[in-house]
Each structure stands twice: as structure tokens, then as C-alpha cells.
């Protein structure tokens, strides 16, 4: 990800379909990402890579480090990282602690591939 | 102090089926929110397939449990209610196992719950979008 400074992207997403999905979609816009199936491992991959991963997607309901506390987390280790949350759960109150814990966005699952790509983009540029 | 009354929603679009989530720091933050300090907050699902329950957030349990419910209310028998046309039947009875709602106690401001305690939304029948009343209810 040497080349991609701020630019890469870190999903961490249990879900494998949707986490190849947004992969793939991501690098068909030309960024570079990385996976990570569990928080634990999305907290590893963060601190090894924090100055070339820009934004991190995360789902909030994660197997070993749930997705509030990698949020946290990353805020921590890079302040100026975009983050967004996504959840299958969602209402005013999951958005405000999604936000409150430092996300700058959510998205509410489920949602368009499309919709969500056009918001991250416009979140990195 | 006056009686206050808050209510807020939760909204759940499961990727499976049937998922238990841990709904216990959502709950805490709609009390934490309302400003109530002495009273009670109801949780209470809003559909006849799904369920709140009160327990341990412990892994191995929510798998026992989920076998258990499971066990008593097997998936795809041949339930009267599919005559209907649904194919929910066992949800139904699952969600009456574990019941639809709970009330917790509300001391200081916060969740009055035990060492081990948490809210739990049981889903039964997935994958589309369902949800859970929070009332908070006190002074």
C-alpha cells in the first residue's frame, strides 16, 4: 500500500460476500484495500498500516473486537482517518453512538453497493 | 420530580434468519438520554417473530439456546400456520419461548442490571427489517 498514502481502504466485515464486494468495487475505483474478517485483526491490520489506510469501513457487530471499539480505537491511532460504520442494526440512537464513538458516518444495512461506493469516494477525494 | 416519559426505536435488518444481538449498550444510552433517574424502561419487540430476552453474553450459551429453541420449535415442520401460505410457523413459537419483551430497572440514571445481565434481541425470522420499542418511564 506504499503508493496509496491515506488512500487505502480497510474493511472489516464478517460477512464475506459483502466484504469481497466492496472490495472489489473499491478497486475497480483504483484504491487499494485490505480485509479483515474480525476486529481483532482489523486492529492489527490498522496499526501496521495506520499511515496508508485513509478509511476504514467497519461493521459494528464483530466476532473478538466489536466494531465501537475498533472505532474508538482508530480514532485514537489516527485522528484525521475517515471512518464509517455500517450495521444491520440501526435508529437515531445506534447512529449517534456510532458517531459519538468517532465515525463520521453510518450506513444502515441493508444498502446499494453503489450508494455506499459514491459516499466513500466522496469521503477520500 | 415530575414523571418523564421517552421512547426511541431500534431498527434490525439480520443477515440471517435467526441472530441474537447484544442490545444492552443501545438500551443503556436511550436511558442515559432520557434523563430519567428512579423508574423502569420497557424493551419490547414489535413483531410475533422475534423476541427480547435477558441473560449471559456468552457465546456458547447463545448457541445452547438457539439449539434449544430449536429443539422445541424445529424449523419447516408441518405447522398448521403454513396453510397460510407462510413458512414462519416455528418463529411464532420461538418468539413465545423467549417471550417479546422485558423491563429492566432504572437506579441512578443507569441500567439496573445484574454482574451477568444483558438485553438481548432474539430474530426469528430475518433478513428484512424489524423493530424493538425502548420506553423509558420514571423520574
Redesign the interface.
Known amino acids: 500500500m506504499a503508493d496509496h498514502a491515506g488512500k487505502g481502504v480497510l474493511i472489516v466485515e464478517d460477512?464475506q460476500e459483502l466484504r469481497q464486494l466492496f472490495a472489489i468495487l473499491l478497486e475497480m475505483e483504483g484504491f487499494s484495500v485490505l480485509q479483515a474478517d474480525d476486529g481483532k485483526q482489523g486492529l492489527e491490520l490498522l496499526e501496521k498500516h495506520a499511515a496508508e489506510v485513509g478509511l476504514l469501513i467497519t461493521d459494528l457487530?464483530l466476532p473478538r473486537v466489536a466494531g465501537?471499539d475498533l472505532i474508538a480505537r482508530a480514532r485514537l491511532l489516527n485522528p484525521s482517518i475517515k471512518i464509517v460504520g455500517t450495521s444491520?442494526?440501526?435508529?437515531?440512537?445506534?447512529h449517534?453512538?456510532v458517531i459519538k464513538a468517532g465515525a463520521d458516518d453510518f450506513i444502515?444495512?441493508?444498502f446499494k453497493p453503489s450508494e455506499a461506493i459514491a459516499k466513500l469516494k466522496a469521503m477520500l477525494q | 420530580m415530575s414523571l418523564r416519559t421517552a421512547t426511541?426505536?431500534?431498527?434490525?435488518?439480520?443477515?440471517t434468519k435467526r441472530e441474537y444481538?447484544n442490545?444492552t449498550?443501545?438500551v443503556e444510552?436511550?436511558v442515559r438520554?432520557s434523563g430519567v433517574q428512579e423508574g423502569m424502561v420497557l424493551v419490547s419487540a414489535m413483531h410475533i417473530t422475534a423476541g427480547v430476552y435477558v441473560n449471559d453474553a456468552e457465546d456458547g450459551l447463545i448457541q445452547d439456546i438457539d439449539e434449544w429453541l430449536e429443539e422445541l420449535a424445529p424449523f419447516n415442520k408441518g405447522y398448521r400456520h403454513h396453510r397460510t401460505g407462510e413458512t414462519n410457523g416455528d418463529a411464532h413459537l420461538k418468539s413465545l419461548l423467549v417471550h417479546h419483551e422485558v423491563i429492566l430497572p432504572v437506579t441512578g440514571g443507569v441500567l439496573d442490571l445484574g454482574p451477568w445481565q444483558q438485553v438481548y434481541y432474539a430474530e426469528f425470522d430475518g433478513c428484512r427489517r424489524k423493530?424493538v420499542v425502548?420506553k423509558v418511564m420514571g423520574e
Open positions: 460477512e457487530n465501537m444491520g442494526m440501526s435508529g437515531k440512537t445506534v449517534d453512538m444502515a444495512k441493508p | 426511541d426505536y431500534l431498527w434490525f435488518n439480520t443477515r444481538l442490545i449498550p443501545h444510552e436511550i438520554k423493530r425502548v
